[in-house]
């Protein structure tokens, strides 16, 4: 929290950027309902950001690339970043951007989350 209350206040970023990774051992465990005990914070984290989203129904959440629930996690911590007072307020003024993305690493591509009418997918940047 306080990286990002720096970044937004004190150095003026102006884009925020969340990337998640195909074949995520962190989110994988998670939607496998795998044993996290050892790994504590990784686990809190992962409860604390979007449990019940990484772990709906639809495809890509039983391969090993989780290429849904990665996405559908880097959307959720867009989400609490607007929580943030200090982002809240940059992106009411029109100063900060948020971005989901989603980086390949099978293949090199790089996906952004778009928004086209009603319609809202991961396509190449």
Do not use: N
Request: aromatic letters at 6%; proline letters at 5%.
């Amino acid at each position: 929290m306080a990286t990002i209350e720096y970044a937004v206040s004190v150095l003026g970023v102006r884009d925020i950027i969340v990337c998640g990774h195909s074949h995520c051992g962190a989110v994988g465990a998670l939607v496998r309902d795998e044993d996290l005990t050892q790994l504590p914070a990784v686990r809190g984290w992962l409860e604390r950001g979007a449990s019940d989203e990484l772990k709906e129904p639809g495809t890509g959440t039983d391969g090993p690339d989780v290429a849904e629930p990665v996405q559908r996690h880097a959307l959720a911590q867009l989400d609490r970043l607007r929580a943030y007072p200090c982002v809240t307020e940059r992106l009411a003024k029109g100063e900060l951007g948020l971005h989901a993305w989603y980086y390949e690493v099978h293949t090199g591509a790089v996906l952004a989350h778009q928004s086209a009418g009603d319609e809202a997918e991961f396509l190449p940047l």
